[in-house]
C-alpha cells in the first residue's frame, strides 16, 4: 500500500466521521486547513462564551 491511498483513505474516513466534508474538490492543504478549523471552530467558539461568562459575573 502506497501513502495516496492510504492519505485519501484516511480523508476519507474522518471526514465522513467526524467533519461532514463541504464537498468541494480541495488540495491537500486545504483539506487538512478546513479539517483543522473544524475541530479548532468549537473550541474558540466555548472559550469567547467562558471569557463573556467571566466578564458578566465580575
Same mark, same amino acid.
Given at each position: ?16 466521521? &467526524? ?6 474538490? +480541495? ?15 468549537? &473550541?474558540? +467558539?466555548? +472559550?469567547?462564551? +467562558?471569557? &463573556?461568562?467571566?466578564? &458578566?459575573?465580575?
Amino acid at each position: 500500500m502506497t501513502w495516496a491511498p492510504a492519505e485519501k483513505a484516511t480523508c476519507i474516513a474522518v471526514n465522513s466521521v &467526524i467533519f461532514r466534508s463541504s464537498g468541494q474538490k +480541495l488540495t491537500t492543504s486545504g483539506t487538512y486547513i478546513e479539517m483543522t478549523s473544524r475541530l479548532l471552530e468549537p &473550541i474558540l +467558539l466555548a +472559550l469567547g462564551v +467562558l471569557a &463573556i461568562r467571566g466578564r &458578566i459575573k465580575r
